[in-house]
């Protein structure tokens, strides 16, 4: 059964650009979710989208937007990027929205604004 | 709002020993607790998590955490730990669906 598929692994921006990040879940895994990983604010939350409808949000200004198509697959998108901006970005994919269904991370695209 | 805390950054220990990761979380209603690892260059992957039931549950590779109610903690131990153990590990808590908050990571270093 395959993983959790990102596209593209690594991404160099420059300031002021916008970027879209790829997310495929597992076969069968109808939510998505997305975290930002930075060495200062650690992991933290981006959104989840469950049947094509965002279902939980983060705290992150309006330039981070999100979307679910109906094949489940999830793409992320940055607007007019920041040097802040620079970091990890996580995909994840599990069954449902609900707890008890694990969360599968896949390796991430590694974003860099300069 | 909930919060996780990693006191310890890096934890180094020597091969075969003991290992203690703590981590304790703040909120104000019930919550769901989970560690994950993280090996270089890889993403996350899922240690073991309390939803319910018995407060202390294990890991499939030797793992254990126990959740502690009124010290607010879900603490990770491993009774003797192998240089593969060498990775990052990270303590979340959710209080319901799929939006984890995260510690900040501990990174565990074993050595020979």
């Known amino acids: 059964k395959a993983g959790v598929t990102q596209t593209p692994r690594y991404l160099i921006k420059t300031r002021g650009q916008q970027v879209t990040l790829s997310c495929s879940p597992i076969?069968?895994?109808?939510?998505v979710s997305w975290y930002q990983q930075t060495p200062g604010q650690g992991l933290q939350f981006l959104f989840e989208?469950?049947?094509?409808?965002?279902?939980n949000k983060g705290n992150f200004p309006g330039r981070f937007s999100g979307r679910q198509f109906s094949n489940s697959r999830s793409e992320m998108n940055v607007s007019t990027l920041e040097l802040g901006d620079s970091a990890l970005y996580l995909c994840?994919?599990?069954?449902?929205?609900?707890?008890?269904?694990?969360?599968?991370f896949g390796p991430g695209t590694r974003l860099t604004v300069l | 709002a909930q919060s996780v805390t990693q006191l310890d950054s890096q934890v180094p220990v020597f091969e075969e020993a003991p290992v203690e990761l703590r981590c304790n979380y703040s909120s104000s209603v019930s919550v769901y607790l989970f560690w994950y690892v993280q090996y270089p260059n890889q993403g996350l992957q899922l240690l073991l998590k309390y939803l319910s039931g018995s407060t202390l549950v294990e890991s499939i590779n030797g793992f254990e955490a126990e959740f502690n109610k009124s010290q607010t903690s879900f603490h990770l131990r491993k009774p003797s730990v192998h240089i593969s153990d060498t990775a990052e590990y990270f303590c979340?808590?959710?209080?319901?669906?799929?939006?984890?908050?995260f510690g900040t990571g501990t990174r565990l270093l074993v050595s020979p």
């Open positions: 989208y469950f049947s094509e409808t965002q279902r």
């Open positions: 076969s069968g895994h109808r939510s």
């Open positions: 979340a808590v959710s209080t319901g669906f799929q939006k984890l908050v």
């Open positions: 994840a994919s599990s069954l449902s929205h609900s707890l008890l269904d694990e969360q599968f």
